[in-house]
Structures are given as structure tokens and as C-alpha cells.
């Protein structure tokens, strides 16, 4: 199957992708902020870079788009239709990098916590979820 776009308007669509202040990621923020923790953004001091950190907590939150990071829903089991092998190598890169800073995050004693785009679809189950984990930061900053 061919791409719908053209190659200049396909690299416009991709230009757009963003990788940091993503719809979701602002989101998930401004669900975060009602926990009442205090929010450092992309912590590019720690593995990966989380999108959300709570440094009293030691909580480090990601916002994964359920395609580029291939969530089990199906909006992340879609493959694409066109130049299968690069893509395909491409998403399993990204699965493996982001157990790998998982990994390292926790050798590091901090809490990590995955949000899915497509768990935005429930605001108040992903608001739940975590002020489980960011409950303890908000008692440490009053």
C-alpha cells in the first residue's frame, strides 16, 4: 500500500511529531498538578529523560504514545503499511530503549510510572493512578 501523502507533505506530518509538550504530556501535567507534588519537566539529568519527575517522591513519570511506543491497545498494535522494515526496526528500538531507562531508573531507587495515551481517555483513573505514587511527594513539599 502507498502512502496517502505525498513524500513533502508526509515530511511535514512527521515534522510536526513532537517529542517534548505533547498534547498528552501537557495533560498528564496538568493532572499531576492536582496531586499537589511538585513537577520538574523532561529531566534530561536523569535516564530517559522522563517527561514528569517528582524529585521528593523519586517518581519519574513517562507519556508514551501508544504507536510510537507500541502499547498492547490497538492503536499501538497498528503497523505500518509502508517501508515495513525501517519502521519495524525503528519501534523495536523504542521498546527496548524504554525498558532499558526503565531499568536503569529503578537501579537508581526511583519509581517509574508509564501513562499511555490512550489511558487519557479516563482523566480521573490516570488522576487515581497517580496520586498513588505522587501523594508522598505533596506531604514531603508542605
Known amino acids: 500500500m502507498t502512502d496517502v501523502f505525498s513524500r513533502a507533505k508526509r515530511s511535514e506530518v512527521m515534522r510536526r511529531v513532537r517529542a517534548t509538550g505533547s498534547g498528552p504530556e501537557e495533560r498528564v501535567f496538568q493532572l499531576a498538578r492536582t496531586c499537589g507534588a511538585r513537577l520538574r519537566r523532561n529531566a534530561s539529568n536523569l535516564p530517559g529523560a522522563p517527561d514528569l519527575v517528582?524529585?521528593?517522591?523519586r517518581v519519574a513519570v513517562f507519556v508514551h504514545g501508544c504507536f510510537w511506543h507500541q502499547h498492547a491497545c490497538p492503536r499501538g498494535a497498528r503497523q505500518p503499511a509502508t517501508?515495513?522494515?525501517?519502521?519495524s526496526a525503528k519501534?523495536?528500538?523504542?521498546?527496548?530503549r524504554d525498558r532499558r531507562v526503565a531499568r536503569e531508573l529503578r537501579a537508581q531507587s526511583w519509581t517509574v510510572v508509564t501513562v499511555w495515551e490512550c489511558q487519557l481517555a479516563h482523566p480521573e483513573r490516570v488522576r487515581r493512578r497517580l496520586l498513588r505514587y505522587l501523594a508522598p511527594a505533596a506531604a514531603v513539599a508542605r
Open 54 to 57: 517528582a524529585p521528593a517522591a
Open 83 to 87: 517501508n515495513v522494515e525501517y519502521w
Open 91 to 96: 519501534l523495536a528500538r523504542n521498546v527496548r
